[in-house]
């Protein structure tokens, strides 16, 4: 039987249904990002490369490692010892504060505050488009990651969580333009929002008033509002505070607490999720 | 894309692979806007060699694992790579007989081209604009001879034609 077509599309129409597929792809990534389950489900076949990438790198790290002097090892031990005794003693008090904390949260009659679970991943050692603002993480979908996530460092907020596949995911910095976190005034429980800036430097904090007693170096925890990222973990310290008359408010400029260049591993956080649970008395708190 | 009765086919998928590695080899940040477009320059390659292999659907599907691997809009990378392929594809007989230097300097422009395509999809899409990424048609230029060369004995080692 003679075929159909004898001729296939010509590439000018192949051309024309690809652009025609890529713009409806793009504006539906751009504004929906329901796209989430394509993206993962093409990561996967991804993670393979960037896996064979990160491996140099990390090898060539642990090599360094093992290399270190005796010396150096023995002074590095003796340091931890002490980091981990402090630290010790002051989760000591932590234990005492938290259950006063619930004692007073019940009283009120307000929700009590659950545990936080935590996952460790490993910065993965490859470059995307925004290297700048964007990090890559071995831990994906099967390790219970969700969009939106909040990531931290060992000192402070590092970003959320903006793709997540099934073996690895991207994270999107504070820093980036972006990104903003609702933050307070550790000090004062002024509430503002920091925002990412384009040179990835510093951030802006927006919202403080003109008379707003702020000073440089005062420290920016997060609020906790909005729900993203969890409240008490600092984000950012004030670096410079400049007043205009003109404008209702201060041009505040904050430097990131986390150490965004040299982070090698970060925390995953699931905030609060068992503080309704808790409340229905059915589920289980996860102790902190 | 591959077809059963040539032994060497498979080596178009693996030089994808190792394009896609070399996208993701980390760089520091002043050379990020200088990196070569190997992605780019592999497809180049393969429109001009196998122009009936390889075409705009390949490098549409291509540019979609490239947009997952770094991060960009889905389907941005695919609409840059499958306009590449349109154009290698359809001038490949006049550009497959160029000097080396010649063909260098049109995959440069291509490469301006696609790079300012990413650009305008990155503006339209509210994500910071790096007007720097145009070097990369540099480089591209530049390495392309190379990649011309090892791609050429990559597949005349395979027997692929």
């Given at each position: 039987?003679?075929?159909?077509f ?5 590439p ?7 652009m025609?597929?890529s713009?409806?792809l793009?504006?539906?990534?751009r504004?929906?990002?329901a ?6 489900a ?5 993670y393979?490369?960037?896996y064979v990438?990160?491996l140099?790198v990390r090898?060539?790290g642990?090599v360094v490692?093992?290399l ?5 090892l023995?002074s590095d031990n003796?340091?931890l010892?002490?980091?981990n005794?402090?630290l010790?003693t002051r989760a000591q008090?932590?234990?005492a ?5 619930r004692r007073?949260r019940l ?5 009590p ?5 935590v996952?460790?991943?490993?910065l ?5 488009r925004n ?6 993480l071995?831990?994906g979908?099967r ?11 060992a000192s402070?907020?590092?970003?959320q969580i903006?793709?997540a596949?099934p073996?690895?995911s991207?994270g999107m910095?504070i820093?980036d333009?972006r990104?903003?976190?609702?933050v307070?005034?550790n000090r ?9 800036t384009e ?5 802006d904090?927006?919202?403080?008033p ?7 170096g ?13 409240a008490?973990?600092?984000v950012a310290?004030i ?9 209702a ?6 430097q990131?607490?986390a150490?965004?260049a ?14 309704l649970a808790?409340?229905?008395g059915d589920?289980?708190e996860i102790?902190? | 894309?591959k077809s059963?009765a040539s032994?060497?086919g ?6 994808f692979i ?6 993701a080899?980390?760089v520091?940040d002043?050379?990020l806007?200088w ?7 592999v497809?180049?390659y393969?429109c001009l ?13 291509v540019?979609m694992?490239?947009?997952v691997?770094s991060g960009a809009?889905?389907?941005?990378h695919a ?8 154009v290698?594809g359809?001038?490949h007989?006049r550009?497959r007989i ?10 440069g422009f291509?490469?301006l081209?696609y ?7 990155d503006?339209?899409?509210?994500v910071?604009i790096?007007?720097?990424?145009l ?10 001879p190379w990649?011309?060369?090892?791609m050429?004995d990559?597949?005349r080692k395979?027997?692929?034609s």
């Amino acid at each position: 039987m003679k075929p159909l077509f004898t001729q296939t599309a010509s590439p000018t129409v192949r051309l024309l249904a690809c652009m025609v597929l890529s713009f409806i792809l793009i504006s539906v990534d751009r504004t929906q990002g329901a796209l989430g389950q394509v993206r993962s489900a093409l990561s996967v076949m991804i993670y393979p490369v960037q896996y064979v990438v990160n491996l140099p790198v990390r090898a060539a790290g642990a090599v360094v490692t093992g290399l270190v002097a005796r010396k150096s090892l023995v002074s590095d031990n003796e340091r931890l010892y002490r980091e981990n005794l402090m630290l010790q003693t002051r989760a000591q008090r932590f234990n005492a504060l938290q259950e006063e904390n619930r004692r007073l949260r019940l009283l009120l009659d307000s929700t009590p505050s659950g545990g936080d679970r935590v996952l460790i991943a490993d910065l993965m050692a490859v470059s995307t488009r925004n290297s700048a603002h964007e990090v890559v993480l071995n831990k994906g979908q099967r390790n219970g990651v969700f969009v939106g996530q909040p990531v931290l460092d060992a000192s402070g907020i590092m970003g959320q969580i903006l793709h997540a596949g099934p073996f690895s995911s991207t994270g999107m910095l504070i820093t980036d333009p972006r990104q903003a976190v609702p933050v307070m005034l550790n000090r004062t429980g002024l509430r503002a929002i920091a925002v990412g800036t384009e040179s990835g430097l510093w951030l802006d904090v927006d919202f403080i008033p003109n008379n707003a007693d702020v000073r440089e170096g005062d420290l920016l925890v997060s609020s906790g509002m909005g729900g993203v990222f969890p409240a008490g973990y600092p984000v950012a310290e004030i670096i410079s505070v400049r007043l205009d008359p003109a404008d209702a408010f201060a041009i505040v400029r904050a430097q990131p607490s986390a150490d965004l260049a040299r982070a090698r591993q970060v925390i995953l956080v699931w905030p609060e999720e068992t503080a309704l649970a808790t409340q229905a008395g059915d589920a289980e708190e996860i102790p902190p | 894309m591959k077809s059963a009765a040539s032994y060497g086919g498979w080596i178009i998928p693996v030089s994808f692979i190792v394009a896609l590695m070399l996208a993701a080899l980390p760089v520091p940040d002043w050379a990020l806007p200088w990196r070569p477009a190997w992605v780019a320059m592999v497809l180049a390659y393969w429109c001009l060699a196998l122009p009936d292999r390889v075409g705009v659907v390949t490098g549409w599907l291509v540019g979609m694992f490239l947009d997952v691997q770094s991060g960009a809009l889905l389907g941005q990378h695919a609409l840059g790579l499958a306009c590449v392929a349109y154009v290698f594809g359809t001038y490949h007989q006049r550009v497959r007989i160029f000097p080396v230097a010649q063909q260098a300097l049109f995959v440069g422009f291509v490469t301006l081209a696609y790079q300012a395509l990413m650009l305008a999809v990155d503006a339209l899409a509210g994500v910071i604009i790096v007007p720097a990424n145009l070097f990369a048609a540099v480089s591209t230029a530049v390495f392309w001879p190379w990649v011309f060369i090892l791609m050429r004995d990559a597949r005349r080692k395979v027997r692929l034609s």
